[in-house]
């Protein structure tokens, strides 16, 4: 009885492989990841990994978190936008990425998933790896783009710092961890609209505060918060240069060389790109 039931499923294995691997348009023991490689023998049957012993396997190892697009469920049709070129890449939750044409087929061999980020707001792409040594990490697509390896401490940043699921080339740049926390906008528990102003508990007085080498400089007081809020912004632009995000970005749009493009600045608005027109 235990004959029969070990080769029923030794069949069916072997059937179902049978049908996956021409349904993917594979030849016998590529991977079925569809990185073009072939995988090795099992040596014994696996139910976990649905492999049966002396028949090839359906990964290579650490393969089996990549994810497989069929042919017909990509779109590759190349849009523009403010003379960008790109590609919509899908996510999970109905969402896409925008990415470089010329990078569309190598982000697909992942799983690309939506996550959303409570402190800014936004969501990124983000995908799953497991290293050698059996530890799973998260690494988001701007890193992966930028080819920042796992442990690289430089940061992946997007120069439109509301549009983070834009991962053209032309929107993405490499920065130190204190370069991107200077082009974060406003913390979600603020309570004066205004970066880098805070109300004293007496509830008359406004203070402006800048993080400089990561300390805290006090900037001032102020009766009214939009008067520490232009503090700060005269600050950011001595302190912070080209990643200082202001809150009155329309009064500076002459002594801003080289600084961020203020029609981005604690806009309000979050833009997630998942629109097909």
């Known amino acids: 009885m235990t ?23 594979l030849t016998f023991g590529e991977c079925f990841c569809g990185c073009g490689q072939k995988t090795t023998i099992s040596p014994r049957d696996s139910i976990r990994w649905n492999d049966t012993k002396g028949h090839p396997r359906r990964f290579i190892q650490y393969h089996h978190y990549r994810h497989f697009y069929y042919p017909s469920e990509i779109d590759r049709t190349v849009y523009k936008e403010n003379g960008v070129e790109f590609c919509l890449l899908p996510l999970s939750q109905d ?16 799983k690309w998933y939506a996550i959303w980020a409570p402190n800014t707001g936004t969501f990124y792409a983000m995908r799953k790896q497991t290293l050698p040594d059996g530890r799973r990490i998260a690494i988001s697509m701007q890193r992966e783009v930028l080819g920042l390896a796992p442990g690289d401490l430089r940061e992946g940043d997007h120069k439109n710092r509301i549009a983070t699921l834009d991962n053209t080339d032309g929107n993405l740049q490499i920065v130190s961890a204190t370069e991107q926390a200077q082009h974060r906008g406003k913390p979600k528990h603020n309570k004066t609209g205004y970066k880098g ?23 001032g007081q102020r009766r009214s918060a939009e008067e520490a809020a232009r503090l700060y912004d005269a600050a950011a632009i001595k302190y912070h240069g080209k990643f200082a995000v202001l809150n009155f970005p329309e009064e500076h749009l002459n002594d801003r060389d080289g600084v961020v493009d203020g029609a981005q600045q604690l806009s309000g608005g ?8």
């Open 3 to 25: 004959a029969l039931l070990e080769e029923s499923y030794r069949e069916r294995v072997i059937r179902e492989y049978e049908e996956e691997r021409i349904r993917r348009g």
């Open 95 to 110: 969402l896409f990425a925008r990415v470089s044409p010329h990078r569309l087929d190598y982000l697909l061999q992942w």
């Open 197 to 219: 102003v805070f109300k004293r508990s007496d509830g008359e007085i406004y203070r402006s505060l800048i993080g400089v080498n990561n300390k805290k400089i006090h900037l």
């Open 270 to 277: 979050q833009s997630v790109l998942d629109e097909r027109t």
